[in-house]
């Protein structure tokens, strides 16, 4: 559910706010609590927007890693997470500034500091300084985008990097990194190529890693070693659409730490196997009746590889039916 609101004019700049949450946030231990999903916040932003540039504070999805597959039936979080889509709703402070270098044509740079997460579970009892936030420092990316029309679409490629400073406990601190690329290509009129790449080292807390920054050889503690969970992952999705009220996707991503870091810790505590990649491919078909209506099905298959268990699979089949409003 969101709310968006416009405010007024301020030092020349339009202002606005948006709201979104969803009923993603668990489950109460009530009887049949199941089915009573709780309120979770997903985005809660303001924009200052002049011409060419804009600001933004507030929770916000990760604007250097902006694209994610086309998929109805992935609504907590977004297709392919952990299966090489970096993502996250984090509370950040971003500029962005747009250059016209011709008509059709243009370049937008982006750059900011973010909440410096790192996938750790927090108390449920009382707020604790977590890796990321006991650095003393918050994250920082950025990223640059070009843009022009072909076939009377958009045409972007994107790059972007990601810094986060985290600091372990008992003197163990990290650099995390990634670097990143993003593209939308039109291939022809109806038939479009989006998808990201990433190379990056303890970003567990934007799904890189299968969700792990870094590996323990035991308890951690001043005597354990750690190391820091290196990844590469990402996603390409091909889109067809056939008329204005029908396209077909399929789309496939992987997420794959490396295995000498696995392998060097594979008794990490605080994780259920020692997870060496995650995997998963779609297809889906999506019918759009009325711009408000729609129906979709789709097919997924997830398959992951430890080290334990060799590389089990699952397959999904959803069918949904929205409405929006």
């Given amino acids: 559910i969101g709310l968006e609101v416009f405010g007024p004019h301020l030092a020349g700049a339009r202002t606005s706010g948006n709201l979104q949450v969803d009923f993603g946030g668990g489950s109460p231990s009530t009887p049949n609590g199941v089915n009573l999903g709780l309120v979770r916040l997903r985005v809660a932003t303001m924009r200052m927007d002049w011409k060419d540039t804009s600001i933004v504070a507030g929770q916000d999805n990760t604007f250097f890693s902006p694209l994610s597959p086309t998929s109805f039936a992935s609504l907590a979080i977004p297709a392919f997470s952990y ?38 579970l927090p108390s449920a009892f009382e707020p604790f300084a977590q890796a990321g936030e006991s650095s003393g420092q918050p994250a920082y990316a ?28 008992m003197n163990h601190n990290v650099d995390g990194w990634a670097a990143m690329t993003d593209w939308s290509v039109p291939l022809a009129r109806r038939v479009s190529l989006t998808g990201e790449f990433y190379r990056g080292r303890a970003i567990g807390g934007l799904g890189g890693g ?51 870091d696995v392998r060097g810790f594979p008794l990490s505590p605080g994780f259920p196997a020692p997870l060496l990649q995650n995997r998963s491919s779609l297809v889906n078909v999506i019918y759009r009746p009325r711009s408000d209506l729609l129906f979709s099905g789709e097919y997924r298959h997830l398959r992951t590889f430890d080290i334990d268990a060799g590389s089990p699979t699952a397959d999904q089949v959803n069918l949904m039916m929205g409405i929006l409003f």
């Fill in 83 to 120: 299966a090489g889509n970096l993502w996250g709703w984090i509370p950040q402070l971003r500029v962005e500034h747009r250059f016209n270098l011709s008509e059709g044509q243009s370049v937008m740079l982006q750059g900011g500091i973010l909440d410096n997460v790192t996938a750790e």
């Fill in 210 to 260: 299968v969700g792990r920054s870094v590996l323990f050889n035991g308890n951690p503690g001043p005597q354990a070693q750690l190391r820091a969970l290196n990844s590469v992952g990402g996603w390409s999705q091909l889109k067809i659409t056939a008329t204005s009220k029908l396209e077909f996707n399929g789309a496939f991503g992987v997420d794959n730490p490396f295995a000498a």
């Fill in 142 to 169: 950025a990223r640059a985008g070009w843009t022009r029309s072909i076939f009377g679409m958009p045409l972007t490629l994107g790059a972007a990097g990601y810094y986060s400073r985290q600091n372990w406990s």
